[in-house]
C-alpha cells in the first residue's frame, strides 16, 4: 500500500479523562469514553528530549537522551462547556446555568485523540496523559470584516508509568482499528 509522503489538516479532536489505580503498588489507567472537540484549527507538540554528553578520554564518551514527552499547543476555534467542566473542573449553576472557575479545583490528565490527513491516508493520534492549562479569554473588535477568535491550551502529555507516550496509525494499520479510533482510547495488547 503506498505511504503518505506529506500531511495537512487537522480534525476529529477527542478527550477522554484518564483514570489512574493503584493496586498493590502497581498502577493501571483506563479512559472514559473519548469527547468530540469540535472547530480544530492547529496543534503543534514538540519532543522534550535533551541530550546528555559524558566526556572521557578527551571524546563524548557515552550519550544519553532523555525522553520526557511531548509539549505545545492545541488550538480550537472554542474549547466547549463541557471540556471546561471535564477536565478543567469549572462548574454549572444548578439554577443559574453560569459557568464559574475555581482556582483550587485540580484539572485533570486526559487522552487527546486525533486525526491528520496525509496524501494518501488519514494518521490517527492518541497522545496517552495529557494536562493542559485553561484556554485564555481574548476576543477583538470587529472592522470591516469578521475574524473568528481562536482559544489556545498548552498541552503536556507525559509518558505512562511504562514509558507509552502516544500511539498513532501507519498505513499497513487494519481498517477495523482505524474504525473504532474515536470509539475509546487505542491500547496495545
Given at each position: 500500500?503506498?505511504?503518505?509522503?506529506?500531511?495537512?489538516?487537522?480534525?476529529?479532536?477527542?478527550?477522554?479523562?484518564?483514570?489512574?489505580?493503584?493496586?498493590?503498588?502497581?498502577?493501571?489507567?483506563?479512559?472514559?469514553?473519548p469527547v468530540h472537540v469540535p472547530g480544530a484549527v492547529n496543534i503543534a507538540l514538540d519532543a522534550q528530549s535533551e541530550l546528555s554528553p559524558f566526556y572521557a578520554d578527551?571524546?563524548?564518551?557515552?550519550?544519553?537522551?532523555?525522553?520526557?514527552g511531548y509539549e505545545g499547543d492545541l488550538e480550537m476555534a472554542k474549547f466547549p462547556d463541557q471540556m471546561l467542566q471535564d477536565v478543567w473542573m469549572m462548574t454549572?449553576?444548578?439554577?443559574?446555568?453560569?459557568?464559574?472557575?475555581?482556582?483550587?479545583?485540580?484539572?485533570?490528565?486526559?487522552?487527546?485523540?486525533?486525526?491528520?490527513d496525509g496524501d494518501v491516508d488519514n494518521e490517527l493520534y492518541v497522545m496517552y496523559n495529557c494536562k493542559g492549562t485553561k484556554p485564555g479569554i481574548n476576543s477583538t473588535t470587529n472592522t470591516d470584516t469578521k475574524t473568528p477568535q481562536t482559544q489556545t491550551s498548552t498541552i503536556s502529555a507525559t509518558p505512562l508509568e511504562s514509558g507509552v507516550v502516544f500511539a498513532r496509525?501507519?498505513?499497513?494499520?487494519?481498517?477495523?482499528?482505524?474504525?473504532?479510533?474515536?470509539?475509546?482510547?487505542?491500547?496495545?495488547?
Open positions: 500500500m503506498p505511504k503518505n509522503k506529506v500531511q495537512f489538516n487537522l480534525k476529529n479532536v477527542y478527550y477522554a479523562i484518564l483514570t489512574e489505580t493503584v493496586t498493590e503498588g502497581r498502577t493501571t489507567y483506563s479512559w472514559g469514553t578527551g571524546i563524548v564518551y557515552y550519550q544519553t537522551v532523555s525522553q520526557n454549572i449553576g444548578a439554577t443559574s446555568k453560569v459557568l464559574t472557575e475555581n482556582i483550587n479545583n485540580e484539572p485533570k490528565a486526559f487522552a487527546l485523540l486525533f486525526q491528520i496509525t501507519t498505513g499497513d494499520t487494519p481498517a477495523e482499528t482505524k474504525a473504532a479510533w474515536f470509539n475509546s482510547v487505542f491500547q496495545e495488547t
